[in-house]
C-alpha cells in the first residue's frame, strides 16, 4: 500500500517576531493602564462601611430624638464605635453623634438640634 | 488564507478594554455623585428639621423677620427661620441650604393642651346648678360652679345618663372664664380694625383660583365696603381677605389656609374648607356645612364700641366643625355674646363663650366647653344651664389635637399642626 503524503491546503500566514514583540508591549501597557483606572476608581470610591456608618448615625439620631436619654455616652453597634455627645442649646440640645471603625479611625458625624423632652 | 495580524488583534483588545476602563470610570464618577448628593440632602434634612425644632422652640419675636445664621458654627450648616402668627396659630418657614442646595419646610404650630387644665366642661361660677336630664353625658373633668350638677326631669325625660353624672374629675369653676391671651386677640382685632397699607381690591370674581405660597409676602385682598361673595373660587395659602361689610362665602368656593376678617361673615350651606374667619360683629355658618381641622370661628370686639351691637355664632344644623370657636368681648356688661348650635351638629375641638351657648336638640362636643351660660330652647320653653341629651366628652378628641396659645388650656410644648408647603 502506497503512503499517502498529508498535505494543508490553507496556508496560514505567521506574524513576524518585531509584529509579536510590539503588540505584546501594547496589550501590556494598555493592561497596565487599566489597571490603574480601577484600582483608582477603587480607591476613590466611597466604601460600604461609610455608606453604612451614616446610615447607623442617622438611626442612632432619630431613636435618641424619640427617647428620653440626653446623656454623652458611647455605644457599640456592628463594628462601629458611636460617641454620642450631647451640649445644651439655649432651651434646646445640640447632639454631635461620630462613628469610629475598628482602627479608631473616625468614618462618618452628623449633628442636629433636637428637643429637650422634659 | 488567513493574516497572521497581531497588532490589529491588540488593537481591537485595547480598544474593548478601553471601553470598559471609561464606563468604569463614568459609572463611579456617577455613583459618587449621586452619593455625594444624598450626603448632602441628609446633613439638609438634619439642617432644616434642627431649624423646626428652633423655631417649635423660640418664644420671643427674634424671628419675626427671616434670620440667616449658622447652626453649629461650621461651613455646611446654614438655615433661615422665620415664624409669624396666621390667626389663631403660627407659621414656621424653616430653610436650610448647603451652596446651591435647598431644602424649605413650612409648617403651621400650635400648643399642646395642659391637661391640668383640660376640661369637658367648665361652667363659669353663676351661682346657680347645671342640671342634667335625658341621655346627657359628660366624660373628662368639669369645672362646675359651687351649687353642683343635679338631675332633671325636662320634657317628659328623666337623666337616664352616668350615675357619677361627670365621668371624671369635677372642680369647683370661678366667676369668671379663665382669660383668653391678650397679645393674640390685640394682633387678630388690628387685622379687624385696621387693613394693611398694601391691601388690594382685587376682582377675585373675575378669577377662579389664587394660589399664594407662605414663602413669598401675604396676599391681601380688601373688599371694601361692598358685600361680595366669594364663589366659583380656589383660594389657597398665604391670602387674607378683608372687608368692611358683609362677606358671603358661597359653597363653590374652596378655601385652604386662608384667614377672612370682616364685620360679619356668612357660610352657605354645603361649603367645605380649612378656613380661619374672624368677624367683629357676627358668623353665621349655614346648614351641612364641614369645616377641616384646623379651622376657627371668632367673633371679637377688644375695644369697647359706642354702638352696643350683640356680637354672635351662629352654626346651623348638620354641620360638622374641627377646631376652634370663640367669641370675645371686651365690655362684660350689656348683652352676652351667644353662640347658638343647631341640631345635630357635631364639634371636634373647643367652644369658648365669653357668653351663652344656646342649643336645640343633641348637642354634642368632642372636645372641651368653656361658657358663662347654657340655654336650652325647644319649641316650648326656654331653660338655662340645662343640659339636654347632650354629649361633651374630652376623651373622644384625638391625643393629637393642638389648640391655639390664645386659650387658657394651652400648655408650654409647641408642636407641628399641619406641613403646608416642603420641597
Known sequence: ?118 | MLKASALYIVIIIALVIGLICSSLIVSAYFYRMEYQKKFRYDQLENNVCSGVNILLASEDTSYAKARIFSLFGSDADSVSLQRFPWGVYDVGISKAFIQKDTIVKVFSFANAVDSSKWAALYLEDQDRPLSLSGETSIVGNAFIPKAGVKKAYVNNKAYVGDERLVAGKKDTSQKKLPQLKKDRLLMLDGYLSKKPVNAVTDSLLKTDSIQNSFLTAARFINFGRKVQTIKNATLRGNIILFSDTTLIIDNSAVLDNVLVFAKSIIVKSTFHGTCQLFARDSIHVEPNCIFDYPSCLGVLKVTSDKRDTPIKIEISEKTIFNGLIFTYQLKEDGILPLISIGKDVKIYGQIYSQGMIKYKDDLEVNGSVFTSLFVYQSSFNLMENMLIDSKLNSRALSPYYLTSDLMSVAGKNKKILQWLEKN
Not at chain 1, 23 to 45: E, H, Q, T
Open chain 1, 1 to 118: 500500500m502506497a503512503r499517502k503524503k498529508l498535505t494543508i491546503q490553507t496556508k496560514v500566514n505567521a506574524s513576524t517576531i518585531l509584529e509579536v514583540v510590539v503588540s505584546m508591549v501594547i496589550i501590556i501597557l494598555v493592561f497596565g493602564i487599566a489597571m490603574m483606572i480601577y484600582a483608582n476608581v477603587v480607591r476613590m470610591s466611597l466604601s460600604v462601611k461609610k455608606i453604612k456608618a451614616q446610615a447607623i448615625l442617622q438611626q442612632t439620631l432619630l431613636q435618641a430624638e424619640q427617647t428620653n436619654d440626653r446623656s454623652t455616652q458611647s455605644l457599640m453597634i456592628d463594628e462601629f464605635r458611636i460617641e454620642q455627645e450631647i451640649k445644651p442649646y439655649g432651651n434646646l440640645a445640640d447632639i454631635h453623634l461620630t462613628a469610629y471603625d475598628a482602627n479608631q479611625e473616625k468614618i462618618a458625624e452628623v449633628e442636629k438640634i433636637i428637643g429637650n423632652n422634659e
